[in-house]
């Protein structure tokens, strides 16, 4: 099928109303994040996840299969170009744990839209800003969270400001040019090798207006901001992941890959070190 019409199909599925500008690229994002599920199940399972446009757009959109930042991130990246949008991708380092090392791993698509650039990003989980975030901006409010922008010639670093919590950066953003091939290294790395975090760990995330649910190898949480509270439960078994999968993160996985992605969750649980 021809990329056009996949995309049209992307587009149907999100029912845009804003026409144009910022307030298109805002709803995308938004309805794109509420729509289609942050996951690593693919990756945990062990699938070769290829990036290229028919098996993305399958995998994503049609098959509901979810995914992680480089098949988000790419379908939001050529849905926009095709709306006549100047965008390109661009790869950050993701900085929850604080490591200045941390290799780049993160595809993100900054936007140039009437003499401004903008961070787009449907793809880092539950800590995914809602709209875009001007980086020519120092701060954006984005309903209970504020984005701090500290930006240099070459590099944008965003950090998460929230009452009661310590400052968090998410990422340091490289503004070098970006081809597809490097997000194709950096894809491969982040889902095949042994080490990596979403090889190890099940990540499941979802963002609605007032709602960020995650599902965190087995435990479950719901951040209800329009009223503050948080919920926490303990996913006791599978027929319990499998419910959740398909009703809070409407994604549709194949029950034998479910299975075998709790059964590793178990293993590794049970394998874990005891802290003393």
Not at 98 to 120: A, C, F, K
Not at 158 to 164: A, D, K, P, Y
Request: charged letters at 20%; hydrophobic letters at 40%.
């Amino acid at each position: 099928m021809d990329l056009k019409v996949k995309i049209n199909q992307y587009l149907e599925s999100l029912n845009l109303q804003c026409s144009e500008g910022l307030t298109l690229v805002t709803e995308l994002q938004q309805k794109h994040q509420s729509h289609f599920s942050f996951s690593s199940i693919n990756a945990m399972y062990g699938e070769r996840l290829l990036l290229d446009e028919q098996p993305l757009f399958e995998r994503l959109v049609s098959g509901k299969q979810g995914g992680y930042c480089f098949e988000h991130n790419k379908v939001a990246f050529l849905a926009l170009q095709q709306l006549g949008f100047n965008v390109r991708p661009v790869l950050g380092r993701v900085m929850l744990n604080g490591s200045l090392t941390n290799p780049r791993s993160h595809r993100i698509t900054l936007l140039e839209l009437d003499g401004e650039q903008y961070l787009v990003d449907v793809g880092f989980g539950v800590k995914s800003p809602r709209a875009p975030i001007n980086i020519n901006q120092a701060l954006t409010i984005q309903g209970q969270q504020t984005y701090q922008v500290q930006k240099t010639a070459d590099t944008v670093k965003v950090t998460l400001l929230e009452e009661g919590e310590a400052p968090l950066t998410l990422y340091h953003v490289d503004l070098a040019e970006v081809f597809e091939s490097d997000c194709e290294v950096a894809h491969f790395y982040s889902h095949q090798h042994p080490e990596a975090a979403f090889v190890n760990n099940l990540v499941v995330s979802r963002i609605t207006d007032c709602h960020r649910y995650l599902l965190r190898n087995q435990s479950y949480f719901e951040w209800h901001e329009c009223d503050g509270s948080v919920t926490e439960t303990a996913v006791e078994s599978f027929s319990q992941l499998e419910q959740l999968v398909k009703e809070v993160f409407l994604l549709e996985i194949p029950r034998a890959v479910l299975k075998s992605v709790y059964d590793k969750v178990l293993t590794r649980a049970a394998n874990k070190p005891v802290e003393r």
